[in-house]
């Protein structure tokens, strides 16, 4: 969750796809148009390639495929998940790109993924589930940090698909659909607290992530250029 002020927001849902949107206007109607955009050029390969999202492993690059599925297959490639992984984030920045041609600030949060810019500081609020430490720490985003994407992973919470032990795992990237699929990578490297020892090894293997945060039980990891805050 983000906190934001002096900001209009709003919700908009199409489908699978549920967005919370915060900007310097009501532009649900834009937004929703952005959404449909959007899942059309997924849903339509998807309707030729129905084993693109089921894929557990990189995709093979295609060509031919639209803009949208290109970035998801591109980034989860680099980080050695399936395309889906990085569906949320990926939906996330694109509607905050496509709204930035109509508000100088916004801030579009899909299932705990976020895709943000604003013109000033924002705090991100840590959920963990059922650990102790849910919702008691924050990410201070600076605005030199964004436009940035601040994205979520869970082997506990919501409809992440993890085979790792994770309460949550936040990665921070100027790339959502990388932070979301960096997010199920790590997730899955983490089957016990000793493995948050070894994320900073994987991690700089894949200069796009700013930072993040780790949290198993009453234990977290945390490395990058962030900055962490009692809440």
Sequence with gaps: MVTSTDLVSFHVAVKETDLWISADANLEKEARDLVFDCRQQ???????????????????????????????IDVTGRVGVGPMASVAGVIAQYVAEGLLGLTDQVIVENGGDIFLKANRPATVSIFAGASVLSDRIGLKIPVRQMPLGVCSSSAKVGHSRSIGKTDV???????????????????????????LKTIDQWVAQVPEIIGGVVIVGDSIAAWGDIELIDL
Excluded: R
């Design 42 to 72: 997924i849903e339509t390969y998807i309707s030729i390639h129905p084993e693109f999202v089921v894929s557990l492993t990189p995709y093979q690059f295609d060509p031919l495929a639209p803009a949208v599925v290109k970035k998801m």
């Design 169 to 195: 795992c936040c990665v921070l990237s100027h790339c959502a659909a990388l932070a979301d699929g960096a997010a199920t990578a790590i997730g899955n490297m983490v089957k016990c607290k000793g493995d």
